[in-house]
């Protein structure tokens, strides 16, 4: 058998896009699939660890013994994680929260006005990641960054920036949607290509780094 690598250690983790209504039958939101987050459950529990996954809405079944809470918007996302992040050894932002949300939602569904555009206030919503990541005790942060260009830099440089000991990379024409992910790791000793494969063996070359990096018990 493999050695059980995060055994004892408590995982949280987010998966999938948020959904940020309009209107009753009407939002915002973007392609993922959640597939890469749950595949990352599925690797930390195979690896022993207890694992609690908040998920956007996706069409993913629950790996075998992991908890799932089911959210929509990001602010939800967010109260979730912060009411399980205590005791947490490691948070793996998977999710692709979306950046703003309308600053409304309409109780009704909205009519069309004669030939008029419309105009949608956003506002920012709030990064889950880096507030994680800047709490007083926090768990080890991975966040995960997709890109459609310059990939290196970019990563980098939001690693810097949310303060994250492990970024995980990927150009989104390589992972969003599909069953396959090509990623490069980002960590103080430098970059780290991962061998092109499905979301699972990609998930377990994660697992597998991440695991090196945890202090011991
Ligand atoms: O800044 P960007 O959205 O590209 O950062 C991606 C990383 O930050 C991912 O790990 C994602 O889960 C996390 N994130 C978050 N809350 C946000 C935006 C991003 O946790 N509002």
Redesign the pocket.
Known sequence: FAPKRLAGRKVLI?AGPTFEPIDPVRGITNISSGKMGFALARSCADAGADVTLVAGPVAQPTPRGVRRIDVQT?LQMREAVLANVLATDVFI???????YRPATAADHKMKKTGGEGLTIELVQ??????EVAALPNPPFCV????ESQNLDTYAAA?RAK?RVPLLVANLVQDGMGGDTNCVVLFDDAGRHPVPAGAKDEVAQAIVAHMAGMLRPD
């Open positions: 987010t990001a932002g998977v999710a692709a929260v979306a950046d919503n709030p990064d889950i990641l880096a966040g995960f960054a997709a939001k949310k």
